[in-house]
């Protein structure tokens, strides 16, 4: 079982930047890939990116491809979201996941899950 917790979520105006961070303690983050995932009030949970193990390649979803960044730090165990740019329509609930294969877009084909992280972009 590995256990995922998220932070670095608030509240930022219109325009800002937030860095997410997703870490674990259990095991070896590196042997994983990590997606993020968000879902607004009344929303379906929706990608945002993934990066692959190894090489680290990364995937974004349209919405945010150009203002968002995933890195991975696997020495210390912690994957992050920088977000730049931020719109009020990227406030929501922040997850990120994991999953032994490849990327993937859709959610329940991860494994692991944090608890979410609230972000709220004010206009």
């Known amino acids: 079982q590995v256990q995922l917790v998220e932070s670095g979520g608030g509240l930022v105006q219109a325009g800002g930047s937030l860095m997410l961070s997703c870490a674990t303690s259990e095991r070896t983050l590196g042997n994983y890939v990590v997606g993020w995932f968000r879902q607004a009030p009344g929303k379906e949970r929706a990608f945002v990116g993934a990066i692959r193990r190894s090489s680290g390649a990364t995937y974004y979803a349209d919405s945010v491809k150009g203002r968002f960044t995933i890195s991975r730090d696997d020495a210390k165990n912690l994957v992050y979201l920088q977000m730049n740019s931020l719109k009020p329509a990227d406030t929501a609930a922040y997850y990120c996941?994991?999953?032994?294969?490849?990327?993937?877009?859709?959610?329940?084909?991860?494994?692991?899950w944090g608890q979410g992280t609230q972000v709220t972009v004010s206009s």
């Open positions: 996941a994991a999953r032994n294969w490849a990327p993937s877009t859709r959610d329940y084909e991860y494994d692991y």
